[in-house]
């Protein structure tokens, strides 16, 4: 999509902008992470995880995940694989005579396991590029006085946001309640906005939802019961009849299983439905069809709802989807800032430079690379950098609050699909 040539957007005042939003503590505030928010710091994100998986599989196995990759088409993923063996489970029940695309119940099953206990392996390292800048963000997220919750929904189902909450000892919680295997309650999320469960902590605990799962989650059977329920263990080692939900299945096969992914996605559209929100995105690149069609749905119905969307891929290079800036255009209340280029207003045009020279005792300022000329606020470390700098007091002119030192431009990676566990 072409950009005005005869507009330029001014990054200042549009960090200004952006600040005096998030400023604003009658605002609902809720962040959106996707991808890029894990892989900044070095963790895989799904296209690495599906060339790896590929080729840490048993040699039994391989043949068969390679088959059913290359069935799902040139784009699919590891994702898409799982999608295909839970289908496949679902389909074949318990019946061991059965066949479905070339699995049988057990092996099925063991394959789902086997994928899942990889995934787990490769993203519960400690992050390369250190844990630093989410343990920064969670330590600005403390310091924020809001009249609600602030909420996190996220694509990831790493734990690299949890850690960052617990160095910098931010409380939060995500609807599981216990000690030895927290329990997932649905009340809790499915409460009504505003009206939070009895159960629920008080609004200065940060919401984490994980809309994919998360490699600290399992399905359980209750000592008491025998029922299947889902539980949090992180700490604990997967075993081989484990099953880690990672990345819900699309389709309806066993409901205690989507159970979190119904009631997250469900709050999320709600949340996005109801009052004055801003909706902060950032390392997610709009490739998740299901939820952009409730950012979007949420940004037609509700004309309170402002989404600032960060992106790390410049807006020119063509393979930001031609639809998000067509929908940026039509919708004022969406506005997406990318490196080379920014839609505000419905205006699509480049940026200017700066129209003042950050303060000697600042440098430069957090959201531009002077001499790339480039607004930096798609790269999450940047944009770490920017809310303890420049939203770390009420001025940014007055002074700075405890920041962490700002990284070099980071090389993009690879693309960063939603859903990844670095995604």
């Not at 030895?180 to 939802?209: D, K, M, N």
């Not at 699309?250 to 997250?264: E, F, G």
């Not at 801003?278 to 490739?287: D, N, Q, R």
Request: hydrophobic content about 40%; proline content about 7%.
């Amino acid at each position: 999509m072409t950009a005005d040539t005869h507009t330029f957007h001014d990054p200042l005042r549009e960090a200004q902008e952006f600040r005096e939003q998030v400023g604003s503590p009658k605002r609902r505030l809720v962040f959106f992470f996707g991808a890029g928010t894990s892989q900044a710091v070095g963790i895989d994100g799904v296209v690495q995880l599906t060339k790896r998986i590929g080729e840490e599989l048993p040699n039994s196995d391989k043949p068969v995940y390679a088959r059913l990759l290359k069935e799902a088409g040139p784009s699919a993923t590891v994702e898409s694989v799982l999608d295909n063996i839970r289908l496949c489970r679902e389909l074949l029940g318990s019946d061991e005579n059965r066949e479905v695309n070339g699995l049988k119940c057990a092996g099925a099953a063991s394959l789902d396991r086997g994928i899942c206990r990889l995934i787990c392996k490769a993203v519960k390292v400690d992050p390369p590029g250190t844990l630093r800048f989410h343990t920064a963000f969670a330590g600005w997220l403390k310091s924020v006085d809001r009249e609600q919750p602030i909420e996190i929904f996220t694509t990831n189902y790493d734990l690299v946001l949890e850690r960052g909450m617990e160095a910098a000892e931010t409380p939060h919680f995500d609807g599981f309640i216990g000690s030895v295997a927290p329990y997932f309650v649905p009340a809790t999320v499915e409460a009504s906005i505003g009206q939070p469960h009895p159960l629920c902590p008080p609004r200065t605990w940060v919401r984490i939802w994980k809309l994919h799962g998360s490699i600290g989650w399992r399905l359980v059977a209750n000592p008491l019961s025998g029922q299947k329920r889902i539980v949090r263990t992180p700490a604990a080692e997967v075993g081989a009849d484990d099953d880690l939900m990672i990345f819900p299945s699309r389709q309806k096969y066993m409901d205690s299983r989507k159970q979190p992914y119904v009631a997250y996605h469900d709050r999320f559209r709600r949340l996005l439905s109801s009052g004055e929100v801003l909706l902060v995105i950032a390392g997610y690149s709009f490739g998740d069809q299901h939820i952009d069609e409730v950012i979007l749905e949420a940004l037609r119905a509700n004309n309170r709802l402002a989404v600032s969307a960060f992106m790390f891929e410049e807006l020119s290079d063509g393979r930001i989807q031609d639809d998000l800036l067509k929908h940026a255009r039509m919708l004022r209340n969406l506005t997406v800032y990318g490196p080379d280029q920014a839609c505000v207003g419905g205006i699509l045009a480049p940026w200017s430079d700066p129209n003042q020279p950050a303060p000697a005792w600042l440098g430069d300022w957090p959201f531009w690379d002077r001499k790339c000329k480039r607004f930096v606020l798609g790269d999450f470390l940047a944009f770490v950098n920017f809310l303890q700098e420049f939203l770390g007091t009420r001025d940014p002119l007055v002074g700075l609050e405890q920041q962490v030192a700002r990284p070099a431009p980071a090389a993009p990676p690879s693309t960063a699909t939603p859903g990844a566990a670095g995604s």
